[in-house]
């Protein structure tokens, strides 16, 4: 840090207060986590000088042979560690690694008559008139998505991201009654709206997604089965969610961050039927530009700390924990989207104790519990203000809490929002005591004392 500061102190400063901020209060945010000191060492280094466009061994520069083997040892730890006959390690982001994906499947699927006189699908070398006629073609498909009110994410085709944009698109979502997935509506809407791709997965949606039934109806309408596993790679990863709930098993193409649950750097991967290889490969210079080889570099680190048999064990924990947690609230009377949780997140309904969601992070935020605001089912309060909160698991277990810890957890969390009250007229402002708090944020502080 001395070296930054020499340069520009104010982002030393910064950075060190992120680390006495990351330490001292609740981390619950449920895409977040403590990576490791051999994923964040593999990440800064003089990897990241280097300029790699292209994929391993077909670079468009020279000097790539020490890229080259950072991509395909992340490669080989990627295919082994999901089972899955491909991966692709270069998308930066989630974001990234989601319109990779949908490039490859609208190269893959649409009927383009000018392609046909390729034996490959040769789209670079399409003349003016037929890439117009491929531009029409690939603006007008069709994405089936989970709704973003029951958790699903914006890049499955919501109009504030490009995919909503490209896609004409439709969702499906959880019933009123048990706040799970409707298959049987799913199916109906997938039967009526025949979408060219079928997106599961999600951002705050608490239970398991059967994906084998998902992939049922996306064969019998034709559809590509597309899972976004960003947040509980993690648990695919350390084999809580086997079977069914294993998407690499059951669809066409998965896409992931490395950052949540799985507890790598910040980037994305896509995994992928060996049909679809070819045009995931494209991704880069398709959609990506020079690949970020020190976070590749992370990425293998991560990738390699998940194969090992310690890393099962941390996934299992995060569930048991998010249940405990969940269990704390429930008997504290905290309502909580699906009455529950099977994976690393529960939904708190903060609508009971007179607040929006903003209010309920606020308050808590200022207890040093740092959770989000989100949306829950058929939200009255909008994508903005919410009236939900959302909590996850994965970082305070990296830490080592356990069920006892979650229970007191779930007591501040509590003891905060029935303490906090609805300032007159707005879904912003609210009041709390700052005695109280304060009081709140010193028993996290120092209920996180023994993890350090
Ligand atoms: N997909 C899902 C399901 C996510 O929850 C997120 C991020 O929250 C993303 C994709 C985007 O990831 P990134 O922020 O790395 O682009």
């Known amino acids: 840090l001395e070296v930054v500061r020499s340069v520009e102190p104010r982002i030393a400063d910064a950075i060190a207060k992120e680390l006495h901020d990351q330490r001292e209060s609740l981390k619950l945010i449920a895409s977040e986590n403590y990576a490791s000191p051999a994923v964040l060492l593999a990440m800064g280094n003089w990897l990241s000088d280097k300029y790699a466009e292209g994929t391993i061994g077909r670079r468009f520069y020279a000097g790539c042979q020490n890229v080259d083997t950072v991509e395909a040892v992340a490669v080989e730890h990627a295919k082994a560690l999901f089972n899955a006959p491909y991966a692709y390690v270069q998308p930066h982001s989630g974001i990234d ?108 949606y608490p239970r398991k997604v059967n994906f084998a039934t998902m992939r049922e109806i996306a064969d019998e309408v034709g559809a590509t089965f597309m899972v976004d596993m960003a947040h509980f790679a993690g648990l695919v990863a350390g084999k809580v969610f086997t079977g069914d709930f294993n998407p690499v098993e059951h669809a066409h193409i998965v896409t992931t961050t490395t950052h949540k649950s799985l507890r790598g750097p910040r980037g994305g991967a ?49 569930v048991t924990n998010s249940q405990a947690l969940a269990e704390g609230l429930l008997k504290r009377g905290v309502q909580l989207v699906s009455g529950g949780t099977d994976n690393h997140l529960v939904l708190l309904d903060v609508h009971p104790f007179g607040l929006t969601g903003r209010q309920a992070e606020q308050a808590l935020l200022d207890s040093g519990v740092v959770t989000n605001r989100n949306a829950i089912p058929q939200d009255p309060n909008g994508a903005w203000y919410t009236s939900g909160i959302r909590i996850g698991t994965p970082a305070l277990t990296s830490r080592g809490l356990g069920t006892a810890e979650m229970d007191q957890i779930a007591d501040l969390i509590h003891t905060v929002l029935v303490n906090t009250t609805s300032a007159e007229g707005s879904k912003a402002k609210y009041n709390l005591d700052p005695a109280l708090a304060d009081r709140v944020s010193k028993q996290a502080t120092e209920l996180l004392a023994p993890f350090p």
């Open 97 to 204: 690694a989601n319109l990779v994906a949908y490039w490859a499947i609208l190269a893959d699927r649409v009927e383009v008559p000018a392609l046909r006189r390729f034996e490959k699908r040769q789209i670079n070398d399409l003349n003016d008139a037929e890439w117009a006629e491929l531009r029409r073609a690939f603006g007008n498909q069709r994405m089936l998505g989970m709704s973003l009110d029951a958790g699903g994410h914006l890049t499955h085709g919501f109009r504030p991201n490009i995919s909503g944009k490209m896609f004409d698109q439709r969702s499906y979502g959880v019933d009123r009654a048990t706040g799970q997935i409707d298959y049987a509506a799913l199916r109906e809407t997938a039967r009526e709206f025949k979408p060219l791709i079928i997106v599961g997965g999600y951002s705050a």
């Open 270 to 318: 896509v995994l992928a039927q060996p049909e679809l290889a070819d045009q995931v490969d494209r991704g880069c210079p398709m959609v990506l530009g020079g690949p970020l080889s020190h976070v590749m570099a992370a990425k293998a680190i991560a990738f390699a700390e998940a194969r090992r048999p310690e890393f099962a064990d941390y996934a299992q924990q995060i």
